[in-house]
């Protein structure tokens, strides 16, 4: 049974940072590319960014890019998604997913075979 346990989300003010993580178990995460959602109140999930089996390559939206930076640690089966200069609209719910290709577009959610629960990042003005 697969697994994705997000952790470290929390409440902190404009301009701060916080550090999420994405332990899996129960399969090899190496062979999974990892990425990471968010679900804002009252809106549609959106991709954040997704990382390759091996870092190889990234992807971020543009709302994003400059200030967070996705990364993953294969020996620990985790996954991590720094978030700098945080705003307000960066309050969310954040989820890992992964999924087993890399593609041109990785925001498509369907793609995505397994889920974590999602933790709660709240950014005050």
């Known amino acids: 049974q697969v697994q994705l346990v997000e952790s470290g989300g929390g409440e902190v003010q404009a301009g701060g940072s916080l550090k999420l993580s994405c332990v899996v178990s129960?399969?090899?995460?190496?062979?999974?590319?990892m990425g990471w959602f968010r679900q804002a109140p009252g809106k549609e999930r959106e991709f954040v960014a997704a990382?390759?089996?091996?870092?190889?390559?990234?992807d971020y939206i543009d709302s994003v890019k400059g200030r967070f930076t996705i990364s993953r640690d294969n020996a620990k089966n985790t996954g991590y998604l720094q978030m700098n200069s945080l705003k307000p609209e960066d309050t969310a719910v954040y989820y890992c997913?992964?999924?087993?290709?890399?593609?041109?577009?990785?925001?498509?959610?369907?793609?995505?075979?397994?889920w974590g629960q999602g933790t709660q990042v709240t950014v005050s003005s």
């Open positions: 129960g399969c090899t995460f190496s062979s999974y590319v």
């Open positions: 997913a992964l999924r087993r290709l890399w593609a041109r577009r990785m925001a498509v959610e369907r793609a995505y075979d397994y």
């Open positions: 990382i390759s089996w091996s870092a190889g390559s990234t």
